[in-house]
Antibody, heavy 122, light 107 residues
Framework: EVQLLESGGGLVQPGGSLRLSCAAS????????MNWVRQAPGKGLEWVSS????????DYADSVKGRFTISRDNSKNTLYLQMNSLRAEDTAIYYC???????????????WGQGTLVTVSS | DIQMTQSPSSLSASVGDRVTITCRAS??????LAWYQQKPGKAPKLLLY???RLESGVPSRFSGSGSGTDYTLTISSLQPEDFATYYC?????????FGQGTKLEIK
């Protein structure tokens, strides 16, 4: 059974940093591209970032480019999102999401974690 | 970026009703469209991909159609568990973008 479990969310001040983790199980993690998608409270879904299975290619939404860094450790079956220079508008639930085999890295998402809440506030 | 516009934004319906939600892209997306269902406090769940292909385990009362810029999600006979928010998403171009959501409520 595919499982994705995010952690690392919390309350952080504007300008601060946070690192999110997503522990994966139930599939061969290194064979799949992975993404982060966020959802501000009461709002819709926004794609944040993607990374290829071997970690060699990544993409970012313009809203986070230069501030967020996606990475993965395939030996630990874990996806990361390093978030720096956080702003109030980054407040959201952050989901990690898996891309199906054969789909492009920024494709559609067949499995999602339960999400971790990041709140940016003073 | 490709803009995705869903209609309606909200919808009231009864158990057993047939319901259709529409998603329009700002440019042609060649069937590179997915539909998700999200219940309160839960992660989105994939229902359909490639506009009309049903994800494994999703009931057959869900169907999708469309081409070019216009796509629809149809629920043939609403069940109590179908009351949720539905999102479309294009994956034709990076960045992938979502519609604003359609909240399906019980009448």
């Amino acid at each position: 059974e595919v499982q994705l479990l995010e952690s690392g969310g919390g309350l952080v001040q504007p300008g601060g940093s946070l690192r999110l983790s997503c522990a994966a199980s139930g599939f061969t993690f290194s064979s799949y591209d992975m993404n982060w998608v966020r959802q501000a409270p009461g709002k819709g879904l926004e794609w944040v970032s993607s990374i290829s299975g071997n970690g060699g290619r990544s993409d970012y939404a313009d809203s986070v480019k230069g501030r967020f860094t996606i990475s993965r450790d395939n030996s630990k079956n874990t996806l990361y999102l390093q978030m720096n220079s956080l702003r109030a508008e980054d407040t959201a639930i952050y989901y990690c999401a898996k891309v199906p085999h054969g789909a492009m890295a920024t494709g559609y998402f067949d499995y999602w974690g339960q999400g971790t809440l990041v709140t940016v506030s003073s | 970026d490709i803009q995705m516009t869903q209609s309606p934004s909200s919808l009231s319906a009864s158990v057993g009703d047939r319901v259709t939600i529409t998603c329009r892209a700002s440019q042609g997306i060649s069937n590179s469209l997915a539909w998700y269902q999200q219940k309160p406090g839960k992660a989105p769940k994939l229902l359909l991909y490639a506009a009309s292909r049903l994800e494994s385990g999703v009931p057959s009362r869900f169907s999708g159609s469309g081409s070019g810029t216009d796509y629809t999600l149809t629920i043939s006979s609403l069940q109590p568990e179908d009351f949720a928010t539905y999102y479309c998403q294009q994956f034709y171009r990076t960045p992938p973008t979502f519609g604003q959501g359609t909240k399906l409520e019980i009448k």
